[in-house]
């Protein structure tokens, strides 16, 4: 895993922190988007304004917490959204990568998310 392009392609739109403090989508395994990170397909298990938590290849080397990451996110919703941040936790089952910024996904993109999911998976909540 290479650390990509910071801020490239970044948009304005806020650490996941412990408290969460933020709206949080934790994906149905089937609706679960894919960030791409340099040639490495992750599926996201959860998304914030200001972080992601994504799974991990199972052949892949655990980068050190701190590593600088970039990359894209193809949300439910067919958007496709690019991404810069560091990762904050590398665990064998998640990684958690806390966004830069001006890489944070607004409130809106997330609300319609969940209407995007609520549309496809009835069931979802």
């Given amino acids: ?3 990509q392009g910071p801020r490239a392609g970044c948009r304005r739109g ?11 989508i934790v ?6 988007p894919t960030a791409t990170i340099g040639e490495h397909a ?7 304004e ?4 994504v799974e991990p290849p199972r052949l892949i080397a655990a980068p050190l917490p ?8 193809r949300l ?24 830069e910024p001006d890489c944070r996904i607004p409130l809106r993109v997330i609300y319609q998310e969940q209407r995007q999911l609520r549309s496809m998976f009835l069931d979802w909540r």
Avoid at 50 to 53: N, S, T
Avoid at 88 to 94: A, E, F, I, L, N
Wanted: charged share 25%.
């Fill in 76 to 99: 439910a919703q067919g958007v496709p959204w690019p991404f810069a941040g560091l990762l904050r936790r590398v665990g064998t089952d998640s990684w958690v990568i806390e966004l």
């Fill in 27 to 32: 994906y149905p395994i089937l609706g679960r």
């Fill in 42 to 48: 992750f599926a996201v298990l959860d998304v914030s």
């Fill in 66 to 73: 701190g590593t600088p990451v970039a990359g894209e996110i």
């Fill in 1 to 3: 895993l290479r650390p």
């Fill in 50 to 53: 200001r972080g992601l938590r």
């Fill in 14 to 24: 806020g650490a996941l922190d412990e408290s969460r403090s933020e709206f949080r």
